[in-house]
């Protein structure tokens, strides 16, 4: 049974960091896909940055870039999201989500691309 469990979420002040995590179990996980998204009150989950965990190779929302970095570390099979610069408008309830089948990079940020899903930790960031 494919488990995710984000942590890490909290309050931080505009400006600071957070290091979310997203530990994985019940799959290899090196054979599937992760990726991070996001939801603020009132608006549509939105893909924030995602990876293959075979190749290493990461994505990242415009928005994102420069700001977010999406890590892993395989030999504890756990997902990482490093956030700096955050802004109030990154507030918003943070999940981490995965999938087995491969798919094009174009749409790696497709939340409708991902079968598993985590509960979501909170992150909140005052002006």
């Known amino acids: 049974q494919v488990q995710l469990v984000e942590s890490g979420g909290g309050s931080v002040q505009a400006g600071g960091s957070l290091r979310l995590s997203c530990a994985a179990s019940g799959y290899t996980y090196s054979r599937y896909r992760m990726a991070w998204f996001r939801q603020a009150p009132g608006k549509e989950r939105e893909g924030v940055a995602a990876?293959?965990?075979?190749?290493?190779?990461?994505y990242y929302a415009d928005s994102m870039k420069g700001r977010f970095t999406i890590s892993q570390d395989n030999a504890k099979n756990t997902l990482y999201l490093q956030m700096n610069s955050l802004k109030p408008e990154d507030t918003a309830m943070y999940f981490c989500?995965?999938?087995?089948?491969?798919?094009?990079?174009?749409?790696?940020?497709?939340?409708?691309?991902?079968?598993?899903w985590g509960q979501g930790t909170q992150v909140t960031v005052s002006s």
């Open positions: 990876i293959y965990t075979s190749s290493g190779s990461t």
């Open positions: 989500a995965a999938d087995p089948v491969w798919i094009d990079s174009w749409s790696c940020l497709d939340e409708y691309k991902y079968r598993y």
